[in-house]
């Protein structure tokens, strides 16, 4: 699964609302959510491979941890560490550089509302203004967020998070923020992951070339269904393009259950199924999430792991099966560590689905 906010790109969204789930699949999930935990240093994501910090995946775990409860103490423990480094996270200080960037600065202002912190004092940071000064004021890209630097690496995930970021904030740019993000979704349903560039006159989906610039993405689906459940307000049109969405996931679910992603990673994997059968559950797509968790579940370490490679990592979920096979014999390395805590950040939540009739419903 590509980086998902090195570029700008995921998981998830806050304020979701939450259902209690049948002892079996709790466990499953507070079996994710106790592993993750465990993966924390200080309160961040630490990739030990190339000696970083890493914010965005640091985020989508508080992100999971949320959606699964139970974790408190552990969220409130990362919304201070991210905090601490706001100005590392969305801006080029750490390179002596103005820069700021878009998609991190509205993952930034998601997280702060979904863990209970001001977006507008984050760290002694205005982030919801920062992201504001990352909203286009010109034609036709009017809404569109921007990164600060001549390389403009701002996508559709990250005007998700932006939408419903500024849309909780109730920022004066969210209006107009969130009719630019539902131009990204195709007329079949789906949403793709880069916009237009900055002068085509039509900044639509549908403006663009399938097979290139508007390609469908499964994981930028699911991403923006989430973002625009968890709006505090949802008008016609996003009512309407929340269920085209859900409609295009169902119609391109695969028969085991399973969801390829974008492009680059069209092969089933428990993140772009994870993902899927998240945002299904939260518009009350009840079976199709079940197939997905199920599917989601066979790539989770469960069991007595004591005395094999895995011994310690309990409730970690593998990209595939392939990736669980490798883990099973070698045990979690540190080069393979980062891929499995991305996979269980966005898969986790899904398995509060495994029983249709306690999936999450918005």
């Not at 989906?205 to 390609?215: F, L």
């Not at 709006?231 to 295009?248: F, T």
């Amino acid at each position: 699964m590509r980086h998902l906010l090195s570029t700008a790109a995921v998981l998830v969204t806050g304020a979701l609302v939450m259902t209690m789930s049948a002892p079996a699949q709790a466990a499953q999930e507070d079996q994710s959510a106790r592993w993750l935990t465990h993966e924390l240093t200080n309160g961040l994501i630490h990739n030990d491979q190339y000696a970083f910090d890493d914010y965005g995946l640091t985020a989508d775990t508080a992100f999971a941890l949320a959606a699964i409860g139970g974790e408190g103490d552990t969220v409130r423990t990362i919304r201070r560490a991210l905090a601490q480094h706001v100005d590392s996270w969305t801006t080029g200080v750490d390179f002596s550089s103005p820069d700021v960037y878009a998609g991190s600065t509205a993952k930034a202002v998601v997280l702060a509302e979904t863990t209970g912190a001001d977006p507008r004092s984050f760290g002694g940071v205005d982030v919801v203004r920062r992201l504001n000064n990352l909203v286009s004021d010109s034609a036709p890209t009017v809404g569109r967020i921007e990164d600060s630097a001549e390389a403009d690496y701002a996508n559709v995930i990250g005007q998700t998070f932006a939408a419903q970021g500024l849309s909780v904030a109730g920022s004066g740019k969210a209006d107009e923020t969130l009719r630019f993000l539902l131009k990204q979704q195709c007329s079949t349903g789906y949403f793709r992951l880069n916009f237009a560039a900055k002068d085509a006159t039509d900044q639509t989906c549908d403006g663009g070339a399938r097979a290139t610039t508007s390609a469908p993405d499964t994981d930028v689906t699911a991403l923006a269904v989430l973002g625009l459940t968890a709006l505090p307000h949802k008008s016609a049109a996003v009512r309407s393009a929340i269920s085209d969405a859900a409609g295009w996931l169902k119609r391109h679910q695969k028969d085991n259950g399973s969801f390829g992603g974008g492009p680059a990673t069209e092969a089933s994997n428990s993140n772009s199924t994870g993902l899927a059968g998240w945002a299904l559950g939260e518009t009350g797509s009840c079976n199709a999430a079940a197939r997905a968790a199920r599917w989601v579940g066979r790539l989770q370490v469960t069991g007595d792991v004591s005395g094999t490679p895995l011994a310690g990592d309990k409730g970690a979920i593998a990209y595939d099966r392939t990736r669980l096979a490798a883990g099973e014999t070698n045990g979690i390395g540190t080069e393979d560590r980062d891929q499995w805590r991305r996979a269980t950040a966005q898969a986790a939540p899904s398995l509060a689905n495994l029983n249709a009739s306690v999936c999450r419903a918005s």
